[in-house]
């Protein structure tokens, strides 16, 4: 293609179509994931095996996958896909800021410890994207922040920096 001409934009279709590929791959992937973690020993306690977090993560792949799939098939009334006019693709600039701010994350982590460093990083990254703030932003930071200190400090017997 001549330089300066930009390429014509994908068909829906074909876009639809590679979506539900990768789609129906990830799903795959979750299969596997869990046929992997079933084939591991336990040892102990079940949350204490080495198969828990395959199990888990593929899980959650083949949940999410099958998710998205049923909100490409489904037609709302109007005829139209049901999914949000509002959702806005995200940006270059918007993933740079989003690992800069990772980044960031990482580097305080050691010195003011997880919980403080994890709620300003989830506050921040909450308030960037929804581009206004709301006092929902700081409470739904607080309780995913704690819950997965108490998740991983009491139930898996792990201890967060």
Do not use: N
Not at 11 to 38: D, M, N, P, R, W
Not at 46 to 57: D, E, R
């Amino acid at each position: 293609m001549p330089a300066g001409v930009s390429q014509p934009p994908a068909e829906e279709g074909t876009v639809k179509k590679q979506e539900v590929a990768a789609l129906i791959v990830f799903s795959a992937l979750g299969v596997l994931s869990v046929a992997h973690g079933l084939s591991l020993p336990l040892m102990g306690a079940v949350a204490l095996s080495p198969g828990i977090f395959p199990i888990v993560i593929g899980i959650i792949l083949v949940l999410l996958s099958a998710a998205r799939l049923y909100s490409i098939f489904k037609i709302t009334k109007t005829g139209k896909h049901a999914e949000s006019d509002a959702v806005e693709e995200a940006g270059p600039k918007k993933l740079w800021i989003i690992l800069t701010l990772l980044c960031l994350y990482v580097a305080v982590l050691e010195w003011i410890h997880f919980i403080p460093a994890s709620l300003i990083f989830c506050t921040a990254v909450i308030w960037y994207t929804k581009g206004k703030f709301t006092f929902h932003i700081p409470l739904v930071a607080t309780i995913a922040v704690l819950s997965i200190f108490f998740l991983f400090t009491y139930a898996f017997s792990v201890r967060l920096p």
